[in-house]
């Protein structure tokens, strides 16, 4: 599995940080629009903009102000197409608005379901854990999809007859244990 696997979804920003955006003229050669012209990192291509100004007014009303503040972090609201692999239900598509989660690769439509799922991870008060944030936005989301999709297809070989729930519960019951085995 390569080093980014585990990387936070581009949306994860560091409380202050989160406007930190200055759109770039698209470069795609794939893209539909032949004009100049700029994407949202996270909206579907499908849209686009001429005006910088108008794109960060857009990201910040959209993106910013509709996130999650959480733990010193800012979960940004994603609307890109996002294919999500959960702990739990398994592979959620989202075509709308949603909040990625800052630790594992789920997704949430509702706030405070992203909220009480965020929490989940500050159970164990001796927990602490490392997150990549990414810098640039611009191509990131992109790039964070196609790594999201090699990781995924990588846990499913890796995970192949356990369910990936379960690995996660065996994950954290396997400390060891005083036993009387050994007297």
Not at 117 to 135: A, C, D, L, S, V
Not at 149 to 171: D, F, G, K, R, Y
Request: aromatic share 8%.
């Amino acid at each position: 599995m390569n080093s980014l696997a585990f990387a936070a979804h581009p949306s994860i920003r560091i409380k202050g940080t989160e406007n930190n955006f200055n759109p770039i003229a698209c470069d795609i050669t794939t893209c539909n629009f032949k004009t100049p012209h700029l994407h949202c990192p996270f909206c579907v291509r499908s849209e686009v903009y001429q005006d910088p100004v108008i794109l960060k007014a857009h990201f910040r009303v959209k993106h910013v102000d509709k996130g999650i503040e959480f733990a010193g972090l800012k979960v940004l609201r994603c609307c890109d197409n996002c294919d999500i692999v959960g702990v739990i239900k398994g592979e959620k598509k989202f075509k709308g608005a949603h909040w990625h989660c800052y630790k594992c690769r789920n997704g949430f439509n509702r706030r405070d379901e992203a909220i009480k799922h965020f929490k989940t991870h500050f159970r164990n008060p001796q927990t602490t854990f490392q997150i990549q944030i990414t810098q640039d936005l611009n191509q990131s989301v992109t790039q964070y999809n196609n790594e999201n999709q090699e990781a995924s297809n990588q846990l499913m070989l890796e995970n192949n007859s356990i369910h990936p729930a379960l690995t996660q519960a065996v994950a954290c019951l396997s400390s060891p244990l005083e036993t009387d085995h050994g007297k």
